[in-house]
Every structure is written in C-alpha cells, then in structure tokens.
C-alpha cells in the first residue's frame, strides 16, 4: 500500500486546511486510515484520529472539535479537515493505513505510512 499526503502549507492563525491522503496497491475500503501529526522537537507521532470501515471515527479527545475525518472509497482518499487552526498546530502531519489494528491510537499498529506533510501556522 503506498500513502501520499497533499495539502499542507503556510497559514495563519484562525485558518482552515484541508489535508488529503491517497492510497494505491491494496483494498482501501476495507482498511483503518489514521492521522497522526509530529510536532518539531517531539519523538512521538501524536494520534489525531482515524477512520474504520467498520468502526466508523474515532478522534483522541484534545482533538475534538476542530478536525474531522472524512473518506471517500471511490477515490481512495482519506481527508482530515483542520479548522481555526492555532500555532501548535505546527507539525508534519501523516496518514497511515492497516487492515488490522486493535488499538487504533497506536503509531505502532499501523504499517502503511505516507511520506508526510508540512503544516505551519503562523501567529
């Protein structure tokens, strides 16, 4: 399965994104696709949210609110739509996909990963 993410960019504060991850090589409908984010300086890959095809969304709390997961199978493209977004926001942001993951917040679980991209937000 290869992941690639579009979308990322300079923005403002306040500013909305649109973050879009396409998918080739596997059966996409039926894979877990998470979002997770890596801020500058951090070791870990913060989990944002993730869409199963079974399970539905799932967001960790702190990310409620502002972003939402979305996808689209005909494309195999997943989204994550980010809103008043906030200079903490700043991080290369991922996709990630599996076909089986117990514990879906989990950076471990996922085997599939995108390249990354580039979300900076100025204050």
């Known amino acids: 399965v290869q992941l690639v993410e579009s979308g990322g960019g300079l923005v403002q504060a306040g500013d909305s994104l649109r973050l879009s991850c396409a998918a080739s090589?596997?059966?996409?409908?039926?894979?877990?696709m998470a979002w997770f984010r890596q801020a500058p300086g951090k070791e870990r890959r913060e989990f944002i949210g993730?869409?199963?095809?079974?399970?539905?969304?799932s967001y960790a709390d702190s990310m409620k609110g502002r972003f939402s997961i979305s996808r689209d199978n005909a494309r195999n493209t997943v989204y994550l739509q980010m809103n008043n977004l906030k200079p903490e926001d700043t991080a290369v942001y991922y996709c990630?996909?599996?076909?089986?993951?117990?514990?879906?917040?989990?950076?471990?679980?996922?085997?599939?990963w995108g390249q990354g991209t580039q979300v900076t937000v100025s204050s």
């Open positions: 090589g596997g059966t996409f409908r039926t894979y877990d």
């Open positions: 990630a996909a599996d076909s089986r993951v117990r514990y879906r917040n989990l950076a471990e679980e996922y085997d599939y």
């Open positions: 993730d869409n199963n095809w079974s399970l539905g969304t």
